[in-house]
């Protein structure tokens, strides 16, 4: 009997808690509301939770960005794409001067550009194998600078030395292979020098080289923006985050500038991936390659039996050529197929016999 009415007891007491628990649980949540209400709902109730960290602020940029609708000058010219044949001479004697020069690299857009010779690409050199090159580099500015020929057998620790401002260097060598190979400063960061436009084309002929009616050199590369009026960005560089893709140095450059041939001629386009990150599919819509040499190799020729290439694929530092005709006059793209890189700059025309160009918006 009396442990009956001490667990009745018991049995109370606990109610009598939680009743008492749960009021004051009440008590305290329609205070805080009342609060929030008073204060138009600003208060806050602290969290047992560890606090958050504050969220950064967005790095704002202040790199030069490219206008997609922007138009070169009327006193801007397109570069020179014509090849000119190579020369009987077996020994060819050049001057390299390294310097930074400001540059437009696309309408509105400077940059501090790393040359030789003060342009971008740098000079194209032509020979034949057999054919000995003697190049003097002279560094005429501010920073250290080499030059690397993919065309040599010479050693790194020589003839690819630094050159320091005010220096030069006497770089020789022998062409003893045929193809499109590229040159280029090699001075660490070596991907800082040639994404900045330190890089150009030496083209040594093969020894049996059909006869087309112009030949014509497109040299693939990328641009990474800094600042207006400074060298482009490493950082970029190093993440693969260019803002263009072009040929021979300018956004849309032939698109500004057509390239003007005939239909029903023959032609011959030499193409060099300069790099320095980026692949390259190059094509021309509207005709078909008949012929393809990549890297000192024949993969096609003309055979009505092995049938034509649509692309030259390319790696960086890799090159060859191709050729073909145009059937018919009109307008013909030329791109790399990769085609979020065609609205990135690498985007130019043929325009074939008497055909209306101002569509395209150049001069």
Known sequence: MNEKLSSNKISEATVFSLVLCLFISVVLVVGVLGIRAMDGGTTKVASAAAPSAATPPAEVSNDAVIDPAAMPAESWIPRDPILPSATSDTAHAVTFEMSEVQMEVAPGVMQEMWTFNGQVPGPTL??????????????????????????????????????????????KFVADFSGIFMYHCGTAPALHHIGNGMY???????????????????????????????????????NE???????????????????????????????????????????????????????????????????????????????????????????????????????????????????????????
């Open 126 to 171: 032509r020979g034949k194998v057999g054919d000995t090159f003697t190049v003097t580099v002279v560094n005429k500015g501010k920073m250290t600078h080499s030059i690397d020929f993919h065309a040599s057998k010479v050693a790194w620790s020589d003839e690819m030395r630094a050159v320091a401002p005010g220096e030069s260097l006497v770089y």
């Open 200 to 238: 150009g084309a030496l083209i040594i002929d093969p020894p049996v080289l059909a006869p087309v009616d112009k030949e014509f050199v497109l040299l693939q590369s990328e641009l990474y923006l800094g600042p207006d009026g400074q060298p482009g960005d490493l950082t970029k560089m190093m």
């Open 241 to 363: 985050k260019w803002d263009a893709v072009v040929f021979n140095g300018y956004v849309n450059q032939y698109k500004f500038g057509p390239i003007h041939v005939e239909a029903n001629k023959r032609y011959r386009i030499w193409v060099l991936d300069e790099g320095p990150n980026e692949n390259s599919a190059f094509h021309i819509v509207g005709t078909i390659f008949d012929t393809i040499f990549r890297e000192g190799t024949y993969v096609l020729q003309p055979d009505a039996r092995t049938g034509g290439s649509q692309v030259l694929d390319l790696q960086p530092a890799q090159g060859g050529f191709v050729e073909f005709t145009f059937a018919e006059d009109g307008l013909y793209p030329f791109v790399t197929h990769k085609f979020a890189n065609v609205g990135k700059g690498a985007l130019g025309f043929f325009a074939v016999g008497n055909v209306d160009t101002s569509a395209l918006g150049g001069h």
